[in-house]
Every structure is written in structure tokens, then in C-alpha cells.
């Protein structure tokens, strides 16, 4: 059978059906709560809704704005939350308008990655709460002015790192920390799939989409099936590929199970070897993070026929000096050092999603810091974002935590930044 990302994720509990609508929304929508929570949410597309839905479950708020450049996703949306919260939501084009127009607490970023900078700004310039999905932003140097706006604003944000809720990663962690696994010295992670493509033909977006704002601050590139709705996420100019868009999510799992900062060395080598000419990022990636605690090796492959090992295609190994642990989504495995050692495995199952909306709720009525905080989407982000700036300069990246920047690498340093196109303006001043 054929494994696209979003077959993938719709097999899971990560989305849920809405050709009915379950009892569950309208039962929870306000939950025990005097006052809901009002949100708007930027980018109601597919995972904006997803989000969305997750807010609802979890109770105690009201999806009182959306926002969206393209009218269709606009229209289709605020008549799915009119059905599920009983009250159609406002609808506006621009964001900003949303924001100047709406009474709200919070703010769901989910557009793609080239405008979470600018919608996060503005969200906490009117003194909002903010959940944003990852990666934190499009360039590290976006990333980092948006850690200083953050600390400077005393708002709750949280970064759309769902697994850190997953009861599997949580168990490894604590496993881990316990001694179990002995000492970690290597650790591998990985998600092989066949990334479904559609036509790259260049052609004139659908009517109902606004392309060139969509574009926003990236180039404006020629639109076709293959860099729009949800297939940007392996467009250079936008989504920067598999490692940035999904590998990140093992990456921040990784560093949360091991209390990582951000890697002081990262070297990169793959290439577009299958879908030259329909994608451009890398289709075959190995990227080695050196971390002060040890090394992290990243691979994928977005082809190729069905796998050898198919149950260990997404996640993450970790190779201690007692045992070896597997992880991934509601499983983990333990394989202990000796020979025919029997295997332990585990089957918790978590809807991360919903955990980790509930938690930044939750973290808004009370004031606290939530499970994701903008320091750990920043770090994650980073990250992967040094192995991007190691393939495409085709060096070795040196990288100093405390400075914020790359050592001794001209070519390398200047990927740290892309320049927005006019009439915006990118946020970094340092």
C-alpha cells in the first residue's frame, strides 16, 4: 500500500472525521467553564482545522474569528465550526484585520512556516496568547527575534510540538533517565515514506486563492498543484522539506528525552535523486547533529519500494551501553544487550493533538509556562534548520549557542537570514 504523510496521520488519532458531528464537541465546547477561552485561528486549511477541532474537544473555548487567504478554505471552515460550536465564527482575508476586528484571548498560527514570524509578531503586539504550529519560523534569524518578543511580551505560547505529549516518548524518556538503557551514545532517527507529488506544471491557482499573498514575504514563485495547499511542505521557498516539516518532530522528541540545547556541529549530504523536477528539497538526507551529550544521525527517503523493516520507518533509536530502545507514535521497544534477549514492547496510546491544546489551555487559565515553550520550539527549529544551511552551502556548520550564530563560515552565515520580499519588512534588527 502506498504511504503518503497525510495517509499516514489520517490513520491515526490525529484527525477526526467530520462528516458527522460527535456529541463529544457540543458537550465540551464551554466544559465546566464560566467564561470560554475566544480564539482565532490564521491558516484554516487542513491542519489549522485540526487544530481547531482539537480546541473544541478540549473544552472551554469558542473559535470566535478565522482567517485565510484562500475564500474557499474560508467558507468551507467557519460552516464546519458553525456545526460543531453552534456559532459561525467571523471570517476575514487579512490578518491583521481579524486581529483589530475580534475580541480574543488566543491565537492558532497554522499558516505555513514563511508567515509564522509576522502573524506571531502581530498576535503579541495586541497582548495575545499564541499557539503556533512548527517550525518556529523560516530562518533562524526570524526565530530569534521572535524569542525575544516573546519573553519581552509575558504571553503564553506554545509550539506545535504534539509528540512531547505522547505517552511512548514520555515513557522513553523516563526510562531513560532511570538508568535502564545505560548510557545513550548514539542515537538515530528517521521517517522513510513515499511523499505523494501532484503536477508541477506551473498554472494559474484556483480563484478562490490569493497567491501572491499567500506568497507573503517569500518569493513569489509560479504556482502549481505541487507547491500549493499542503504540498508546499517539500518547496524550498517554503517549507524547506522533510527534515524541517516532519523530521522536527523527532528531533524536539529527541532533545526532550535527553535534555538536549542545540548542536555545536552539523554536517548534511543527500540530493534529489528520485523526484528531480517535481521537488526542491532533498529526497535522500542524512544529516549528523554533534550534540555536547553525543551525536544524533537524521536520515530519509521520501521513495523507493516497500521496506525491508517497515514497523521501525518512523522513529527514533537510541543505542545505550545496556539496552537499545526504539520509539515512535503510542510504541516503544526495548532490546537488551546479550544474545537472544527477549524484547519488551509497549503499546501506550496517546491523542497527542488533543494533549497538547488541552495543555496550553490550561496553561493560559493558569498563568504558567506550557509543555512546549518558545525556548524549546527555538532550539528544535535551529536545529534542523543548521542541517538546511550544512546541505546547501555543502560545508561542515559550526555553530555557537550562547552567540546565536555560525563560526568561521561566511557562505554558511548568510543562510541564517533570508531577505523578506517588499513591501514587508523582516523582523530581525540585531
Not at 107 to 129: E, M, Q, T, Y
Not at 139 to 162: N, T
Not at 281 to 290: K, N, S, V
Not at 348 to 369: K, S
Request: hydrophobic content about 40%.
Amino acid at each position: 500500500m502506498k504511504t503518503t504523510r497525510r495517509a499516514f496521520l489520517q490513520s491515526g488519532s490525529v484527525i477526526a472525521a467530520a462528516t458527522t458531528i460527535p456529541n463529544f464537541f457540543m458537550k465540551s465546547v464551554h466544559a465546566g467553564v464560566e467564561s470560554p477561552l475566544k480564539l482565532g485561528v490564521i491558516g484554516v486549511g487542513w491542519y489549522g482545522m485540526v487544530d481547531a477541532r482539537a480546541a473544541l474537544k478540549a473544552g472551554g473555548v469558542v473559535i470566535s474569528s478565522i482567517c485565510d487567504v484562500d475564500s474557499e478554505h474560508l467558507e468551507k471552515s467557519a460552516a464546519e465550526l458553525e456545526q460543531l460550536q453552534g456559532t459561525r465564527p467571523k471570517t476575514f482575508k487579512l490578518y491583521q484585520d481579524m486581529l483589530d476586528n475580534s475580541d480574543l484571548d488566543a491565537v492558532i498560527i497554522a499558516s505555513p512556516p514563511h508567515w509564522h514570524a509576522l502573524h506571531l509578531l502581530a498576535a503579541l503586539d495586541r497582548k495575545l496568547h499564541v499557539y503556533c504550529e512548527k517550525p518556529l519560523a523560516y530562518d533562524i534569524r526570524e526565530c530569534q527575534a521572535l524569542l525575544k518578543a516573546v519573553r519581552d511580551s509575558g504571553r503564553i505560547v506554545q509550539i506545535g510540538f504534539q509528540r512531547r505529549q505522547h505517552a511512548s516518548f514520555r515513557q522513553v524518556r523516563d526510562f531513560i533517565k532511570g538508568g535502564d538503557a545505560g548510557d545513550i551514545i548514539q542515537v538515530d532517527a528517521q521517517i522513510h515514506y513515499r511523499a505523494g507529488t501532484k503536477d508541477p506544471t506551473p498554472k494559474d491557482p484556483p480563484p478562490s486563492l490569493d497567491w501572491n499573498l499567500w506568497c507573503g514575504p517569500a518569493p513569489l514563485i509560479p504556482y502549481s498543484e505541487q507547491v500549493g495547499h499542503f504540498n508546499w511542505r517539500l518547496e524550498r521557498t517554503t517549507g524547506h522539506g522533510h527534515l524541517v516539516d516532519w523530521g522536527i518532530h523527532l528531533v524536539d522528541a529527541t532533545r526532550m528525552i535527553l535534555n538536549l540545547m542545540t548542536p555545536h556541529k552539523v554536517a548534511a549530504t543527500g540530493g534529489i535523486y528520485k523526484l528531480k523536477g517535481i521537488i526542491t528539497t532533498p529526497d535522500t538526507l542524512t544529516a549528523h547533529f554533534e550534540f555536547a551529550e553525543g551525536p544524533l544521525v537524521w536520515r530519509h527517503r521520501l521513495w523507493g519500494a516497500e521496506e525491508y523493516t517497515p514497523e521501525v520507518n518512523n522513529g527514533v533509536f537510541f543505542f545505550g551501553t545496556k539496552a537499545t530502545v526504539f520509539v515512535t507514535d503510542n510504541r516503544w521497544v526495548v532490546i537488551p544487550n546479550g544474545k537472544n534477549a527477549d524484547r519488551k514492547e509497549y503499546t501506550p496510546a496517546t491523542d497527542a493533538g488533543l494533549e497538547h491544546m488541552r495543555d496550553f489551555l490550561t496553561a493560559v487559565r493558569e498563568g504558567r509556562q506550557p509543555a512546549c515553550p518558545i525556548e524549546e520550539g527555538y532550539r528544535s527549529t535551529v536545529t534542523v534548520k543548521l542541517a538546511m544551511i550544512a546541505y546547501e552551502s555543502d560545508s561542515v556548520v559550526h555553530w555557537d549557542e550562547a552567540k546565536g550564530t555560525i563560526v568561521d563560515n561566511p557562505a554558511a552565515e548568510k543562510l541564517l537570514k533570508r531577505e523578506y520580499r517588499a513591501p514587508w519588512k523582516h523582523p530581525y534588527s540585531g
